[in-house]
C-alpha cells in the first residue's frame, strides 16, 4: 500500500512516499480502507522528536491518528464490525498511523459512521472532538449555565469546543483572530475576544472553566478569569500547581484516551447537525500534499481542520 513515512526525526523534508506492507491485523482489529485522515499538532510535534521520550517508536514511523473509512477485513473475535461498514476512529498511538491506504484498528475505539456524513468531515473529529469531550465533560464536569472560556476557537480542538459546550447549554467566550470572527461565531460563541485588539483577561471574569489551547502566558492569565471552584483543564502544558491552589481551581493537563464509546456520542451529535467540522484546508496523500499540510499547521494559522483525502 501507499503510505508516507518518516525515516529520522526532522523538518517536514523528512516526509517521503512509500509502497510498504498491508497492516498485519490481530484478532480484535479492524482492517480500514481510508478514505481521508487529517493533521493535528501531534502529527508534526512527533515529527520533528518533541516526543520521542513518550512515544519511543521505531523508524520507519506512519504518522496520523485520525481515521474515515469502510472496513475491508475483521479479526477473528471481533464482534460489531463487518466487511463494508463505514468507521470512523481514533486509532491507537503506534508508529502505524493513518497517512496510508489501510490501517488496523482496535474494535473498541471504532465507532460507526452515519451515512449523512461525509468521510472528510469525520476525519477531522476524532482526535480533536475526543479532546475537546474529555476536557470539558469528563474532566471540567461541564453542566448547563456554566461560564466558559474556550482558547484558540479557531483551532481543532477550539471548534469542537465551542459546539459541545453550546451543547450543554454554556455561555461560551473564546479568543481568535479578527479574520476568523465570522464562522467562528457561526458556532454559537457569545462573546468572541479578537486576541489582537482585547486582552481576556481584562475584559471577563467569574467564568466556571477555560479551556488552555494555547499554555505559556495564556495559561497563567487564565486563572485571574476563573472563579473559586472553576476549572482549568489544558492540552498543552501542565497547570501550575500553586496558581491552582492560590485561586482555589482545579487544573489538570489532558492527554488523549482514545474510546469508540465516546467517539459514538460524538456520531450522534453530528448525524443530528449539533456538531459540524469546519474544513479550512484538504491536501492529497502524498508526499508534497503531506508537506503543505505540516506547514500549515505549524504555522498555528490554519483554518479549521487541515483534511488529507485518501480515496
Known amino acids: 500500500m501507499k503510505a508516507i513515512v518518516i525515516e529520522q526525526y526532522g523538518g517536514k523534508e523528512q516526509l517521503v512516499e512509500k509502497v510498504v506492507d498491508h497492516p498485519t491485523l490481530e484478532n480484535n482489529q479492524v482492517l480500514v480502507e481510508l478514505h481521508a485522515t487529517s493533521i493535528n499538532p501531534i502529527d508534526w510535534k512527533l515529527r520533528e522528536g518533541y516526543l520521542k521520550e513518550m512515544l519511543d517508536f521505531d523508524f520507519p514511523i506512519i504518522l496520523g491518528w485520525d481515521a474515515a473509512g469502510v472496513v475491508k477485513e475483521v479479526g ?28 488496523a484498528v482496535d474494535e473498541e ?44 476557537g479557531s483551532g481543532g480542538v477550539g471548534q469542537y469546543a465551542i459546539q459541545l459546550a453550546k451543547h450543554f447549554g454554556a455561555y461560551v467566550a473564546t479568543t481568535a483572530s479578527g479574520k476568523n470572527q465570522s464562522w467562528v461565531e457561526e458556532l454559537g460563541v457569545d462573546r468572541f475576544i479578537n486576541y489582537r485588539e482585547e486582552q481576556f483577561d481584562e475584559v471577563l471574569s467569574d467564568f466556571d472553566i477555560v479551556l488552555d489551547t494555547l499554555g ?35 487544573a489538570g493537563f489532558v492527554w488523549l484516551e482514545p474510546s469508540g464509546e465516546k467517539l459514538s456520542k460524538l456520531a450522534d451529535l453530528m448525524e443530528n ?36 483525502s485518501i480515496k
Not at 491507537?92 to 493513518?98: E, I, L, S
Request: proline share 6%.
Open 76 to 103: 477473528s473475535a471481533v464482534k460489531q464490525y463487518k466487511q463494508g461498514d463505514r468507521v470512523f476512529a481514533r486509532p491507537a498511538t503506534t508508529r502505524f498511523g493513518t497517512y496510508a491506504e489501510y490501517v
Open 109 to 152: 475505539l471504532l465507532a460507526p459512521l452515519p451515512d449523512n456524513i461525509p468521510f472528510e468531515e469525520a476525519a477531522a473529529v476524532p482526535l480533536a472532538g475526543l479532546t475537546a469531550w474529555q476536557c470539558l465533560v469528563d474532566f471540567a464536569e461541564i453542566k448547563e449555565g456554566d461560564r466558559v472560556l474556550i482558547h484558540a
Open 216 to 250: 505559556g502566558e495564556i495559561q497563567e492569565k487564565s486563572f485571574k478569569v476563573l472563579k473559586e471552584g472553576g476549572r482549568l483543564p489544558s492540552i498543552v502544558q501542565p497547570p501550575d500547581d500553586k496558581l491552582a491552589e492560590k485561586h482555589n481551581v482545579k
Open 273 to 308: 447537525g449539533k456538531l459540524t467540522s469546519v474544513i479550512g484546508h484538504r491536501f492529497p496523500l502524498t508526499e508534497k500534499g503531506l508537506k503543505e499540510a505540516h506547514d500549515i499547521s505549524e504555522s498555528h494559522h490554519a483554518k479549521g481542520k487541515i483534511i488529507i
